[in-house]
């Protein structure tokens, strides 16, 4: 019986370490996370959504594809415009994909 209860313990504290280590992941500052590289395909400032063609995103463990992202804020679109390379930060807020610290990469 001490065995079982020693496990079951030893199970919850495993669990609660794998839910801080996702949740620190998610929430993360920007400054830990690598830039990664886009080109936009689509912007949508009413919405404050943009269309990106993205290489692979690291951190969220996803790779090449084209996808909508959100931004929380509008003005991050500003000066951009379909076609341009940027870089940025991937980053996923419940089920929902953000992109932030947008910048246009100078060819």
Known sequence: ??????AIAMVG??????FTTVHAAETAP?????????EVRKI???NQKITLRHG?????????????????D???LEGLNVG??????????GSQF???ELQAVQP
């Open 44 to 46: 949508d400032t009413a």
């Open 56 to 72: 692979p995103l690291a951190n969220l463990g996803m790779p090449p594809m084209t996808m909508v992202f959100s931004v929380q």
């Open 30 to 38: 920007s400054s830990t996370v690598a830039m990664s590289q886009a």
């Open 13 to 18: 504290m495993l669990s609660a370490a794998a």
């Open 74 to 76: 509008a003005a991050e």
């Open 98 to 100: 953000v992109a932030s």
């Open 84 to 93: 341009d390379k940027v870089q940025f930060v991937a980053q996923q807020q």
């Open 1 to 6: 019986m001490k065995k079982l209860l020693n």
